[in-house]
């Protein structure tokens, strides 16, 4: 894996994991419960209705409440950061590169010593 992939990859991973539980928050996953009139509260119901009136278990309704109620365990932490990875490589591997260059182009000191680091090509 090139530098500027690697680079992209490592951020796409730490985003996500950041992101995730604020994300499910959003939608209404909370420490506290689904919240009402949330799009959780409408996924629970919908689920509810499909299941004969109960959530299943490891389904999305409950796997997105389990982690808005007691956070991300260390599996969950590693998928999300695995999938964080492998879009932010897939998809930003040349933006860190051309960002690098455009940011080095008539190189300052430090900025060749970071193209230098880095080791991008575009």
């Known amino acids: 894996m090139d530098p500027c992939t690697a680079v992209a990859a490592a951020g796409g991973a730490v985003l996500a994991v950041a992101a995730a539980p604020a994300i499910l928050a959003s939608v209404g996953f909370t420490a506290g419960g689904i919240a009402a009139g949330s799009i959780a509260a409408h996924l629970m119901s919908t689920a509810a209705v499909a299941n ?3 959530v299943v278990a490891g389904s999305l309704v409950a796997v997105g409440q389990s982690i808005g109620a007691a956070g991300m365990s260390s ?4 998928v999300v950061g695995a999938v964080g990875a492998a ?3 897939a998809l930003g591997g040349s933006t860190v590169c051309s960002t690098v260059a455009s940011a080095t182009a008539g190189a300052s000191a430090a900025g060749s010593v970071i ?3 880095v080791n991008c090509t575009v």
């Open 115 to 117: 193209a230098a680091v």
């Open 75 to 78: 599996a969950a932490t590693a």
């Open 52 to 54: 004969g009136g109960g």
């Open 87 to 89: 879009v932010g490589g």
